[in-house]
Every structure is written in C-alpha cells, then in structure tokens.
C-alpha cells in the first residue's frame, strides 16, 4: 500500500503519505497503523524499492525526507499488484475464532451480542454512506476510492443480517449440535447449559415486552460482558 502511494504520489515524503492513508481510513482495512509509516518508508528504502530524494528542513520543525520508487520497487509494486487483483486471501477476523466459542456465552448474552454487533456495523455504514456523499470525497479523490467505500459498505450489510438471522435462530430455539453429535473422543457430545439440543422439545416461547424485545435479551444486551466478570 505505502510502496504504491509512493510510486502514485512521487516524489513524495511521508507526511502526505500519512495524510492520504488517512484520508482513505486505510487503518480500517488495509492493516496499516498509520504512525507506523515512517518506519515502513525507511524499511522500504533499505530494501531498495524506494530511495531518498532530498531532506529538507524548515524552522524548527522536523526534517522531512522525500522519496521516489525505484525500478526494483516498480517490478515488485507491479508483482503485488497482480497477486491480489487475481487471487483471493481469505481475510483475517478475531471475531470468527470467537464465535467458533459461541456456546460459552449463556444463549442470551450471544443473541444480544450478535444484534449489538449488528448495531455497531450499522454505525460504520452510515458513516461510510456520508463520507461517501460528502464534497471532499466526490470533488477531492478518484471514483474508485468511493468504489472502495462501497465495497465494504457491502460487506458490512451483509454481515448486519447475517447477525439478525443468526441472532433469530438462536432465539429460536435451533440446536448447535445434531442428534448424536460426538465429541473427538467418541462419547456423546451434550449441549452447553442453557442450550438446547436436538432432541429438546420445542422451545418456550420468550416473554416481550411492549418493543417486541425478550426481557433475557434486553438484559444481556443492557448489561453487556461486564455483567458476566461481576459474577
């Protein structure tokens, strides 16, 4: 990412490097910590891809170093280019390694987690939707940094109802285990308490109150983990 803001932008020094990441909140998806451009700057010239073209110094702020990529960073920004337009990495999401747990939490903490989530997600999509309609994103930058927008606004809608299906399900009273489900050592595996299995019956229906919200539910939701360390 650094090397081809580099090669667009050149020369160039970091500070507008920084401030262009910033720009595109490419903290949120590119895994790029942006005070940690400068280091990345130097790494990247001591490898050859980049080299220094002058360090100026005005007053008593800090020097600034500015750069130009160099013919080996162009083959290599052109080889990581074509990797990730044409092939596909799995993304990395701590929140998948939790929810491979979720029948630790109680069944109603994991359905207010999962529609707190939902509301989160929310939240970063109407904030990607206004800058998106915003002067500075339509008169300032390229179409294809708003396509960018887009993009994960999409992912973020999909993820906003697969927590609402998924929150639904388990409220529902769906099983986690199969009937006869066992665990790597060959003996029966049983539901977590407070889970119900397959061979349960029907679930009870929840008591609502006048928002159509399970009182559990509300309670897990209002509470949150801190609830659960209190215990």
């Known amino acids: 990412m650094i090397l081809g803001l580099v090669r667009w932008m050149q020369p160039v020094h970091g500070y507008d490097v920084k401030r262009e990441l910033e ?13 940690s451009i ?7 010239a001591e490898d050859g891809l980049v080299e220094e073209v ?23 920004y052109q080889e990581l280019l074509r990797r990730y337009w044409w092939g596909y990495e799995v993304p990395f999401d701590p929140f998948l390694a939790a929810f491979a747990f979720v029948s630790s939490l109680p069944q109603t903490e994991a359905i207010g987690a999962l529609r707190n989530r ?13 800058a998106m309609a915003s ?9 294809h940094v708003g396509w960018m927008f887009e993009l994960m606004t999409d992912r973020l809608e999909a993820e906003i109802a697969w927590c609402e299906r998924v929150a639904n399900r388990i409220e529902g009273g769906v099983p986690l285990y199969p009937a006869g489900f066992q665990g790597f050592d060959g003996s029966d595996r049983p539901a977590e308490p407070g889970w119900p299995t397959a061979t349960d019956g029907p679930p009870a229906a929840p008591v609502v109150d006048a928002t159509g919200v399970d009182a559990d539910t509300a309670r897990a939701t209002l509470a949150g983990p801190e609830s659960r360390h209190a215990e």
Not at 38 to 44: P, T, V
Not at 135 to 143: E, H, N, R, W
């Open 23 to 35: 720009s595109w909140q490419a903290d949120q998806w590119a895994n790029i910590a942006t005070g």
């Open 118 to 130: 939902s509301r989160l997600l929310r939240a970063v999509v109407d904030a990607h939707r206004f």
């Open 54 to 76: 002058s360090t100026q110094q005005v007053g008593a702020r800090p020097a600034r170093t500015t750069y130009r990529c160099t013919a080996k960073g162009d083959l290599e």
């Open 38 to 44: 400068y280091h990345a700057l130097r790494k990247l």
């Open 135 to 143: 002067d500075f994103m339509q008169t300032t930058k390229p179409a």
